[in-house]
């Protein structure tokens, strides 16, 4: 593949060395691999950190603004559904243009937003900014794989990938902690104005260290019908995920925008078989390994984004933690991705990905069974273990899934690739939020009613069950004001016994969807086109 590929390393789009082995950068720290891996993980962790730190945020937020609940959602979704709609169109962008030019757009473009946010007035100032926050993240996403790419030769782009998953990992497990710390210590807009001096490094840092790489044969021209297909799409799928929680699985317009989803994206298919230069080029899913690593970064999302949204609740509500202690909580998990992440690239450079892939998510599965196990009087100590192996067991997945769909692509589509493996991800935490989280309301609003009733706790009517039901599916006992010490003792009991029970079903079902994983991991296979970026910098 090397022969085939062609970079320019001039950022002037003319004409490259004949292999990019040939394109070695001047001395200094232009280009140096290791400088660039630190550069864009200082870009890629405001994005991970900013699409959990604003959840502790939400409430001072709500409170500040005189916001709706339905509102304060929008701050989160808002960020999420222009970030999975727009990263695969982003990623051809800086296949066109180049990864440098993108990455540092998508910066100042990201931090810019951010520092609007903490100076808007009104919740709808402050949802159009996260929405522009989620364009502009989906530009330097993708911009910063393909950077990466182009960097490091074959043998070191593992330990890069893996450096990368530990600061995505760390910042996205770390963001409930940071943002405590601000929301409860300093106001909620400094949650999002710490991301203005931290783009401001990142910028300085791009400017002087990131070196331009372009593939002699990157697209020249824009699909833009299949640009709007594909959006059009993608924004139907997540719009039905998000909604389907609210209008309910049996509600037609779920139903509506999952089927408009599908139409879309078969649409979008036929028209990429007749375009010149398409989106998406549908030979990359020709590509078993690829395909596979696609599918397996969603089937990881689902399992780790599902089950983690629960134990958020299950530490604060069901345990009584602060949002700062439940972090804490969850530094076991944090811990070993951090450890576990550069490890696990040495480990998929010397052994390949299938093995190390497989064993990672039948960890996962492991780890998910065994949260499908905790009760309301679980010890730090057994939720520690289930943490730390559960962090364990996602790291060589992030690492080496992300490898095998951009090191399979061709070092011209590795944008694209890029930006394959970012909407899996989003799509696959949106899957799991949504399904697990119709798993544990339809355990609950089976079970709540007869727990209740065998409590002896007074009879409710329908409207107040179903008030009832939806508060005890995030852990929070529907105690009323006024009522007895002893009866609210009961509604507690009540409540968060039927939470576990829901809580149970949904970690068993993540626990299943890894399960299924550890066999689409024996399809993956090391990349075949990793070697295209190979002796381009320094090492």
């Known amino acids: 593949m090397t022969s085939q590929t062609t970079i320019d390393t001039t950022g002037s789009g003319g004409r490259a060395p004949a292999s990019p082995s040939d394109a070695t950068p001047g001395k200094g720290l232009r280009g140096h691999p290791w400088l660039t891996l ?162 401001i490094l990142a910028v300085v840092l791009g400017v002087v260290i990131l070196l331009d790489h372009r593939a002699q044969n990157a697209p020249r021209s824009f699909d833009i019908l299949g640009i709007v297909l594909l959006s059009a799409a993608m924004f139907c799928l997540v719009w039905a995920l998000i909604k389907a929680p609210e209008w309910g699985w049996g509600d037609g317009r779920t139903w509506a925008f999952l089927a408009a989803s599908v139409v879309g994206f078969a649409l979008f298919a036929v028209w990429e078989t007749k375009v010149r230069e398409p989106l998406v080029p549908l030979g990359l899913f020709r590509s078993v390994p690829l395909s596979a690593g696609v599918v397996l970064m969603v089937l990881m999302a689902i399992a780790f984004m599902g089950g983690l949204f629960f134990v958020t609740f299950y530490l604060q509500n069901v345990h009584g933690m602060s949002p700062i202690d439940a972090g804490l909580h969850l530094l076991p998990l944090t811990g070993m991705m951090i450890v576990g992440s550069p490890l696990a690239g040495a480990m998929i450079t010397k052994f390949g990905p299938r093995v190390p892939l497989a064993g990672g998510m039948a960890l996962t599965a492991i780890a998910m069974y065994g949260m499908s196990t905790l009760e309301t009087d679980t010890g730090s100590g057994i939720m520690s273990v289930w943490f730390a192996l559960l962090g364990l067991g996602l790291a060589p997945v992030m690492v080496g899934a992300t490898e095998v769909i951009v090191g399979n692509a061709p070092m011209e589509l590795s944008g694209v690739a890029g930006g394959l493996q970012q909407a899996a991800m989003q799509i696959g935490g949106s899957l799991g939020t949504a399904v697990l989280g119709a798993v544990m309301a339809s355990k609950v609003d089976n079970d709540l009613a007869g727990n209740w009733k065998e409590a002896g706790l007074p009879q409710l009517t329908p409207e107040q069950l179903g008030q009832a039901s939806e508060a005890v599916q995030v852990g929070v006992p529907p105690v009323a004001p006024g009522t007895p010490e002893q009866i609210a003792a009961k509604i507690t009991e009540v409540a968060h016994g039927t939470f576990i029970d829901g809580m149970s079903l949904a970690s068993l079902t993540a626990a299943g969807v890894a399960a299924v994983a550890v066999f689409v991991a024996f399809l993956t296979k090391r990349g075949e086109n990793a070697e295209a970026g190979a002796g381009v910098g320094h090492i």
């Not at 810019?112 to 993240?137: D, K, P």
């Not at 300093?186 to 203005?196: E, L, M």
């Open 38 to 199: 630190i550069t864009v993980a200082v870009g890629v962790m405001m994005v991970a950190l900013d699409g959990t730190i604003v959840a502790i945020a939400n409430p001072a937020i709500q409170k500040d603004l005189s916001a709706t609940f339905a509102e304060v959602q929008w701050i989160t979704n808002g960020y999420f559904l222009a970030l999975a709609v727009s990263l695969i169109t982003a990623g051809k962008l800086g296949d066109r243009f180049g990864h440098r030019q993108t990455f540092l757009i998508g910066v100042v473009g990201f931090a810019a937003a951010s520092g609007a946010i903490g100076l808007s007035s009104s919740i709808a100032l402050v949802v159009t900014f996260r929405v522009l926050q989620g364009l502009f993240g989906a530009l330097l996403m993708p911009a910063a794989l393909g950077l990466l790419r182009a960097t490091f030769p074959a043998e070191k782009l593992n330990m890069a990938i893996g450096i990368w998953g530990m600061v995505i990992g760390a910042s996205t497990a770390g963001g409930p902690i940071l943002g405590g710390v601000l929301v409860e210590h300093v106001n909620w807009q400094s949650v999002f104005f710490i991301n203005v001096p931290v783009g």
